[in-house]
């Protein structure tokens, strides 16, 4: 239940859960409203309980019967104060702004993530930025188009002007922005190359996460680009559409959970070579406001290098 001082709640572990880190299965639960980094912070300050007792770590693995307690601060009100966070920009001229936002950066303010923002950090660098003329919450938003979500990492692109948030708000709509990630996945089963076709909406049971049951559609195309002995693989997903979680929700979907996905992953895509969803937006093509035709790429960071360079060592997860 809501409480002023919180969210409050005790909660059974059941056979299907058994295994599970702990961070991961609460962040399922629809009791507890708020993101994984925020029930972090509550196990680091005690707030969570693991049979009487605070939790000694959020990757602790559940065991059947344990019983979950928590008493967990409400989400602090979104602020769009400039802070003076480093920026990795690409490319920058009057019209939009390039950069490679890193795993880790949430992309606006929220509740749960009142600051140290990707928007946050652009007001400290930009003057000008334009803001979305649609949506619930658009002011919390200058400059920002499309998203990434916070433990995915790669390259987005920001609107400085305002003809320049109308042209890419359209090509985004009409689909003509070229757009590349690249996912390490358990992908035993998985074709080399095909097209996820589906509906998109929310999961009847997990608020968080997506179900391609949904009333839009979502289309997404992959390739398998390196198969390695673990039953893994480096794959190239290529946008058709673009909508809430759609290559994890795909690729999950489609029996081929990204690794170390904390919300769609299963058992299999379980690892300890890197400790956030394998996802990396790797290529971004669209037309500038002036015409031209630019095309930008975000090199694989160094956790997903690492965890590649491992997988291509023949090592186990």
């Known amino acids: 239940m809501i409480s002023q001082e919180g969210i409050y709640t005790i909660l059974g572990i059941a056979k299907d859960d058994v295994g599970q880190r702990l961070d991961a299965f609460l962040t399922l639960q629809d009791e507890i409203p708020v993101s994984r980094s925020q029930l972090r912070k509550a196990i680091d300050k005690g707030q969570v309980l693991l049979n009487g007792q605070p939790a000694p770590k959020a990757g602790i693995k559940l065991r059947l019967g344990d019983q979950i307690e928590c008493k967990i601060d409400p989400p602090e009100t979104p602020d769009l104060t400039p802070e003076d966070i480093p920026l990795n920009i690409l490319h920058e001229d009057d019209d939009v702004?390039?950069?490679i936002k890193p795993a880790g950066m949430v992309v606006h303010p929220a509740p749960g993530h009142p600051r140290g923002t990707l928007v946050n950090a652009l007001l400290h660098h930009c003057q000008n930025l334009s803001t979305p003329r649609r949506g619930d919450g658009a002011h919390l938003r200058p400059g920002i188009v499309h998203r990434l979500d916070k433990d995915t990492s790669g390259v987005m692109v920001v609107a400085r002007s305002d003809?320049?948030?109308?042209?890419?708000?359209?090509?985004?709509?009409?689909?003509?922005?070229?757009?590349?990630?690249?996912a390490l996945a358990w992908a035993k089963n998985l074709d080399d190359k095909g097209t996820f076709s589906t509906g998109h909406g929310r999961h009847p049971k997990h608020r968080r996460r997506f179900t391609g049951q949904g009333p839009r559609?979502?289309?997404?195309?992959?390739?398998?680009?390196?198969?390695?002995?673990?039953?893994?693989?480096?794959?190239?997903?290529r946008l058709e559409t673009g909508r809430t979680h759609q290559i994890r929700m795909h690729m999950a979907e489609g029996g081929a959970p990204i690794?170390?996905?904390?919300?769609?992953?299963?058992?299999?895509?379980?690892?300890?070579?890197?400790?956030?969803?394998?996802?990396?937006a790797g290529l971004l093509g669209f037309e500038h406001p002036d015409g031209r035709r630019l095309r930008f790429e975000a090199p694989l960071p160094q956790d997903f290098q690492s965890a590649l360079d491992v997988l291509r060592s023949g090592k186990s997860l």
Do not use: N
């Open 97 to 99: 702004l390039v950069l």
């Open 163 to 182: 003809r320049a948030m109308r042209a890419l708000a359209a090509q985004f709509a009409d689909h003509s922005i070229d757009r590349l990630y690249l």
């Open 217 to 237: 559609r979502a289309i997404t195309h992959f390739e398998v680009r390196e198969r390695f002995d673990s039953r893994t693989a480096l794959v190239a997903c």
């Open 259 to 280: 690794l170390a996905d904390p919300l769609y992953g299963d058992a299999r895509s379980q690892t300890r070579r890197i400790e956030r969803q394998a996802l990396h």
